[in-house]
């Protein structure tokens, strides 16, 4: 059975950071191109980074210089660093295939509040 399971999340300050991990099982994940979304109350899911099976990444524009995704095939995790966290990255972070494959569920995701 496939699991995905997020970590890190929490209240930070602006200008703070966090570093958020995803453990799969159930699935080779080091085969897939993994990536973070998040969801922020109102709106759709959107993909923040995405890693290549061979560890090459992409970012959305919001969040490129600031974020930092990696992955251990060997351990199949996935971490997203995030540094000057902006209150506009306020979210729930879930993490999975990217592009998102149909029938690979969701985790429960991570809460990241960014406020002073």
């Known amino acids: 059975q496939v699991q995905l399971v997020e970590s890190g999340g929490g209240l930070v300050q602006p200008g703070g950071s966090l570093r958020l991990s995803c453990a799969a099982s159930g699935m080779r994940s080091s085969i897939y191109h993994m990536g973070w979304y998040r969801q922020a109350p109102g709106k759709q899911r959107e993909l923040v980074a995405s890693?290549?099976?061979?560890?090459?990444?992409n970012y959305a524009d919001s969040v490129k210089g600031r974020f930092t995704i990696s992955r251990d095939n060997a351990k199949q995790t996935v971490d997203l660093q995030m540094n000057s966290l902006k209150p506009e990255d306020t979210a729930v972070y879930y993490c999975?295939?990217?592009?998102?494959?149909?029938?690979?569920?969701w985790g429960q995701g991570t809460q990241v509040t960014v406020s002073s």
């Open positions: 999975n295939t990217a592009p998102y494959l149909v029938g690979i569920p």
């Open positions: 890693i290549g099976s061979g560890g090459s990444t």
